[in-house]
């Protein structure tokens, strides 16, 4: 088989497979789309050019995507490393889309079925030992670029080295976690997930609960994501939910708990008028003007959402998620009556299918987590609860299908931060070893902020270690939320300009620190403000390609004032055009909403890593600190010609349009004053300090800081 697959042909250019085209654009492939015809792959992709939450990265890599025919240009099967089939989910048309291809195929190319519910063995009957030999399923999950689960399907007849390839493939190469799964209806993910969201309804209509109580009770209180049973019914399509349940009802007849996958009342209901949910605007909720409504299971009217009043849940929400779900599951309330009958039957249910759908407990629980993002699987849940005799999982190993314990699969590929032992332990951060003379430089801080604490103690700390490469993360839910404005508004409030200059002063200085030693700084979630301040000054960023990365400063009033403004300016000297986009990010506070899209603005350096892999992170940003060197930023130059009056222009057309305000603009003017009147990069930092006390002394900047404290979003004056 080939050793490298880049070239891609995915056929079938609906909703899976323009999702699918979609991603591995995203990372690189070169993908060829095919649909029945020029018209409609045409009309599919443009749909996955409009959806939302949007496929692509940039809206210009779909650009890259290469759109045919199966009747004008199946030939480009031909020169394709992988063909991957996601037509419609019928067993004549895939076998017959499979007869033509096979003749057209390479020796030493996959191919591969994407289908949700169908028996891979019967698509490949008819066909070749080779063409068997070769062919499995591979399941994706939507949409791909948010889900990162492939279920792996291998036939009997599939080569066992195959699978090893395109498994290490996947994970390697297409930002995949892999699960093998054996060729039963529905895999493992919807075999299992589907009926788990059955049970939800089914439990609601028969305890008389609300939608809204139930997706409280089933959303983070169950450790699970905050769509919830009902929000999720919505996401997936009514109709989905039906196809995915009827196939089930058909081929798992022996199934003694099938009788769950009956359509209920409500989901008849829904499905009879055609609200089938996010795809048509409403399903159990709907959205009218800025109001959320909600369905009303018993009258199956829609009525103003209302807030579930839940004492057990807001009681022990705190709790560790095993002393929480005991809690409520004793309790005499509705929370503890709906999990006794969901929670417990799901868990049993899981018991009686795994040895019939999956190859380990492991497999079972990881398909949950990765698809279902679920926080724990049902047999880590079990044993949380203490419901098995024997527990499946203990000192690091997974009880085995047919009897005592094996250890858990893993990689380091996918190493976390708890993979890393603490080597000292400080107020703000934690040092750990990362193996091969790497340390890993863990911050502890709420949100990972820049508190003055954390910058004092990660200087004092740089001061005195030795010049080994390191890795700066955090512990927080995202990289960091920025300097702490706190600080800033306390400094505003008692004019103390002193203290002020002085912190950050010490801002820069630790970005100086980290700039002359190997340091890669490992982003995720939200790296914003003085947090990508710090990431930047390190030699290289790794970030995952969900990271939303900016100098949302101007949102609170102020300026980059640990470096950003003075990065944005040096690395953009090469053009005025380009100087001109740094300064109106800057002045407007603008956030990319992912890593391609910080490279293209210009967060992002070239020699910067975008991660498309999710859970990768940590090992490729072990790697690229091992062979990397302190940074070299290009030289700083003088600003000439007409630089200054462009940003003038720039800054002019905004207020003009309303996109500016009065305010807006004086924080506007001091960027500018950097761009332009600052002839190196310390004189550049210096200016960054001065501006500060002329905005913080500014009541509207006050009142920006206030309500983004207050609220957690920008105010506009």
Known sequence: MVTNPRNVVVIGAGTMGSGIAAHLANIGFEVSLLDLTEDSVKASFEKARRSKPPHFYVADTAETVRLGSIQDNLDWVS????????????????????????????????????????????LCEGRSEEFRRKFLGTH????????????????????????????RFLESECARRVVLAKDTPGFIANRYGMWCMYLATNCAEKLGLTIEEVDAITGPFLGRPRTGSFRLN?????????DISHNLMDRCVNDPHREILQAQRSLTYLKEKGWIGDKVGQGYYRREGKELMSLDLTGLGYRMRQEPNLPTLDNNARLPLADRLKVALDSRCE?????????????????????????????????????????????????MIGLPQEPYYKDGSVRSFSGGFVSKKGSTDFATLADFPVIKSFETFSVRDMGDGVILLSTKTKMGVLTISLVHELSD?????????????????????????????????????????????????????????????????????????????CSKVVALAE??????????????????????RQRNIHSAKAMVEAARCL????????????????????????????????????????????????????????????????????????????????????????????????????????????????????????????TGKPLKN
């Open 234 to 242: 919505d996401l997936v399509g009514l109709d989905i939910m039906e």
């Open 140 to 167: 994706f999950f939507n949409p791909p670029r948010y889900l990162k689960l492939l279920e792996l399907i291998p036939t009997p007849d599939t080569d066992p080295s195959v699978v090893d390839k395109m498994t």
């Open 79 to 122: 020169a394709a490393d992988w063909v991957c089939e996601a037509i419609v989910e019928k067993l004549d048309a895939k076998r017959d889309l499979f007869a033509m291809i096979e003749p057209r195929l390479r020796s030493d190319a996959y191919v591969s079925t994407n289908t949700s519910g169908l028996q891979i063995s019967l």
């Open 461 to 537: 700390y740089l001061s005195s270690c030795p010049q080994q490469p390191l890795v700066l993360t955090s512990e927080a839910k995202g990289f960091s939320a920025g300097f702490d404005l706190e600080f800033l508004l306390a400094r505003a409030h008692d004019k103390d300009w002193e203290t002020l200059d002085r912190e950050l002063n010490s801002l820069q200085q630790l970005g100086h620190m980290l700039s002359v030693r190997p340091s890669v700084a490992a982003v995720y979630g939200f790296c914003l403000g003085g947090g990508f301040e710090v990431a930047t000054s």
């Open 335 to 383: 929370v503890g009556e709906f999990l006794r009958a969901y929670l417990v039957k799901s868990l049993q249910y899981a018991e009686y299918l795994a040895t019939e759908i999956s190859h380990s407990y492991d497999d079972f629980d990881n398909v949950m987590k990765w698809g279902f993002g679920w926080g724990h699987g049902p047999f880590e849940l079990a044993d």
């Open 587 to 710: 002045a407007q506070g603008f956030v990319s909403s992912n890593a391609d899209e910080a490279r293209k603005v210009g967060y992002l350096r070239r020699k910067d890593v975008t991660v498309y892999h999710p859970d990768m992170l940590l090992s490729r940003a072990k790697s690229v600190a091992m062979s990397t060197s302190p940074k070299n930023e290009e030289e700083w130059t003088k600003s000439v010609g007409p630089v200054g009056g462009m940003i003038e222009q720039c800054f002019g057309d905004l207020q003009k349009a309303g996109e500016m305000t009065e305010h807006d603009h004086q924080i506007g003017q001091h960027i500018r004053h950097i761009f332009v009147k600052a002839d190196t990069f310390e004189e550049a930092l210096e200016k960054e300090r001065a501006a500060f006390p002329a905005l913080l002394a500014n009541g509207l900047t006050v009142s920006r800081i206030k309500h983004m404290i207050d």
């Open 547 to 568: 990271s939303q990365i900016g100098l949302p400063e101007a949102k609170v009033g102020v300026i980059p004032g640990g470096g950003g403004t003075a990065h944005l």
